[in-house]
T-cell receptor
């Protein structure tokens, strides 16, 4: 059965800190890994990673995939209170199902 | 683009009643997913459709749950009879092509008392 595990489950930092969120996966016939941000309502898409070693970047957020070691990290630099959210990692494989981890709850204090 | 539309946004019902959740995917998308989110279990995939055909329903908890997709623009998730442990936020998501990149609706918060 496909599995995605995220760590830590929760994290509290101060504004300006840099954080690294972790995601490991076991997905049959792996195709892609996705990161989502969930504030009060629906998860919103951040990144899709399909190739190892290529960093995706959007502003202060960046992510990279390691297909050999089966993990991905999401980095957020110079955190702001608006970054407070649950960050979800999901994997897809041959079945095209999107399997999610339980998420990392990030709290950024002023 | 209106995005994925779910209704109702909130539903409170009594144990034993039938509940029907509705979803309109993004126009042109060919895959549709139903998820349930709770604090304990996170986001669980219940069922997904491709081109209106159910592909994998292994996440449907039990026979009380059923889902249909009669056409490309509408899907329902039905719980009959409902139980308090069904209380959760139910999300519908849709995507186009592969690899899958799902767009989520705003969810239905279901409370069964």
């Amino acid at each position: 059965e496909d599995k995605v595990v995220q760590s830590p489950l929760s994290l509290v930092v101060h504004e300006g800190d840099t954080v690294t969120l972790n995601c490991s996966y076991e997905v049959t016939n792996f195709r892609s890994l996705l990161w989502y941000k969930q504030e009060k309502k629906a998860p919103t898409f951040l990144f899709m990673l399909t190739s190892s070693g290529i960093e995706k970047k959007s502003g202060r957020l960046s992510s990279i995939l390691d297909k050999k070691e089966l993990f991905s990290i999401l980095n957020i630099t110079a955190t702001q209170t608006g970054d407070s959210a649950i960050y979800l990692c999901a994997g897809t494989g041959g079945s095209e199902k999107l399997v999610f981890g339980k998420g990392t709850k990030l709290t950024v204090n002023p | 683009d209106a995005g994925v539309i779910q209704s109702p946004r909130h539903e409170v019902t009594e144990m034993g009643q039938e509940v029907t959740l509705r979803c309109k995917p993004i126009s042109g998308h060919n895959s549709l997913f139903w998820y349930r989110q709770t604090m304990m279990r996170g986001l669980e995939l219940l069922i997904y459709f491709n081109n209106n055909v159910p592909i994998d329903d292994s996440g449907m908890p039990e026979d009380r749950f059923s889902a249909k997709m009669p056409n490309a623009s509408f899907s329902t998730l039905k719980i009959q009879p409902s139980e308090p442990r069904d209380s959760a936020v139910y999300f519908c998501a849709s995507s186009l092509g592969t690899p899958v990149r799902a767009f989520f609706g705003q969810g239905t918060r279901l409370t069964v008392v």
